[in-house]
């Protein structure tokens, strides 16, 4: 245990790792969210984390091919990781507003709904569902 207190805070193997798992509100405390539902974000992907964290400041990576452990599906929506700064080399945090991996991913989850790529998507949806609506008609018993 000696020699992981003497690696540096700044090494990269040491940044804090978030999965999308932990801020997906389809998931369960069991399946891996780690915040209050009502605080998480509807299928999360990595880059869109990643774009959020870099956005304010952290020094981020993402890992594009790490899945996790927990998750069932193999799809690539689900696979990535990102890697999160917390701590300088001399021990004191990058940024205050972020003491602690809970509150990065506390604000990742409050900025991801704001991005332009998730504001764009909700706009589009209407139309699809209108047309699904159509096909309903002459469906039921048959007459005899």
Partial sequence: MACAS??????????ICIYPAYLNNKKTIAEGRRIPINKA???PTATEIQD???AVGLNVFLEKNKMYSRE???DVQYRGRVRVQLRQED???CLVQFPSRKSVMLYAAEMIPKL????QKTGGGDPSLQQGEGSKKGKGKKKK
């Fill in 91 to 93: 021990g004191s945090l």
């Fill in 41 to 43: 974000v509807e299928n």
């Fill in 72 to 74: 069932w599906n193999r």
């Fill in 6 to 15: 003497a690696r540096s805070p700044a090494d990269q193997d040491r940044f």
């Fill in 52 to 54: 959020v964290c870099s």
């Fill in 116 to 119: 332009k790529t998730r504001t």
